[in-house]
């Protein structure tokens, strides 16, 4: 990672850093399947309702829920949104995986569960819709080779796989790679008619959970600090600060998830979600601590928590994605203190 400050930090990601991340990722060939992005980010679709009947084949929504009826989530539910829910008497971890279409693994590794039993009535789990690929190990296979194959982390593969990064992997195993994908084919460069020829120039990268430009709506959550690692991962840049340096949301909203426990979350460590009145999500992690609580109305500017270096982190710095629109600070330049646009 590039960095362009003092205080260096590693970022953290899981996702894939390409947009068609959010839906299935294209293979290779029959043998490398793939995962599926959530589909279901309405919060407690089932919570104290009737029966339940199937969606799509795996989607499991109650006939009315906290979004208004089955039609209603299934017709505005974009595939990039973080989703929590609150487990019922009864309920399973595969059943809640098949509702949310993800593995029951996704949300093991990013609840810090013990194992497929360790759910409970009352548990708040978060659904991180998380899309990767499926790889059967074959010799000379290492994680960090896996990692270098398909954009992956070495270390964020051991996790979610439960692996001993000190011993080999096992021939004819399967494994996922958390965020990975497969490389496009080369950008064959475009005929010019001049002498040099130019690199064809794609799409402006928003990446897994970006989308439309939203100019004037979003606030520096951490003004005065420099960009240490433009976009990359889940639409996300980050900003270097010292440890305890307040973090403020980037906009007015309603904060849906704000985890202060220290423990792995999926890699986020200390990380709060907040939902917009124009459709979008922020988060905010590697917090030191948070200073609000789900449920919480906050307004854009407030302070939210502190900077830190929980999760998947080295070296104290802030992780901001932005889901549903265009990152303010996409075109910002490493090293550099940015306003949104």
Wanted: charged share 15%; proline share 8%; glycine share 12%.
């Amino acid at each position: 990672m590039a960095l362009g400050a003092p205080n260096r930090a590693n970022a953290f990601w899981f996702f894939s850093t390409d947009a068609s991340a959010a839906g299935l990722l294209a293979a290779p060939d029959v043998s490398t399947p793939v995962l599926r992005a959530a589909v279901n980010f309405d919060p407690n679709p089932n919570k104290g309702l009737g029966a339940d009947i199937p969606l799509s084949g795996n989607a499991m929504l109650a006939y009315a829920g906290p979004s208004g009826t089955i039609a209603d989530v299934a017709s505005s539910t974009p595939p990039d949104r973080i989703s929590v829910y609150v487990v019922r008497p009864g309920d399973t971890l595969s059943e809640i995986a098949d509702m949310f279409g993800v593995s029951a693994n996704t949300i093991i590794w990013a609840n810090d569960l013990k194992g497929v039993s360790d759910v409970h009535p009352g548990d708040t789990l978060v659904i991180l819709p998380i899309s990767g690929v499926e790889h059967k190990v074959v010799k000379g296979d290492t994680l960090k080779s896996l990692a270098a194959k398909y954009h992956g982390d070495a270390t964020e593969i051991a996790q979610y796989n439960g692996l001993d990064p000190e011993k080999p992997l096992v021939i004819d195993s399967s494994i996922i790679i958390p965020g990975g994908d497969v490389a496009p084919p080369p950008t064959v460069a475009k005929k010019s008619t001049s002498s040099k020829s130019k690199r064809a120039v794609g799409p402006e990268p928003y990446l897994g959970g970006g989308g439309a430009a939203q100019p004037g709506y979003y606030g520096n959550p951490l003004p005065g600090a420099p960009i240490t690692q433009g976009l990359h991962g889940w639409n996300s840049v980050d900003f270097g600060a010292p440890r305890g340096t307040p973090i403020r949301a980037a906009a007015s909203g309603t904060v849906i998830l704000a985890r202060n426990n220290g423990a792995w979350n999926g890699g986020y460590g200390n990380y709060v979600v907040i939902t917009h009145g124009n459709g979008t999500q922020t988060l905010y992690s590697h917090m030191t601590k948070t200073s609000v609580s789900s449920g919480q109305s906050v307004s854009a500017g407030q302070i939210i928590g502190y900077a830190g270096s929980t999760g998947l982190s080295t070296g104290s710095h802030l992780h901001f994605e932005v889901r549903g629109a265009a990152n303010p600070f996409r075109n910002c330049s490493v090293g550099n203190v940015c306003s949104p646009q």
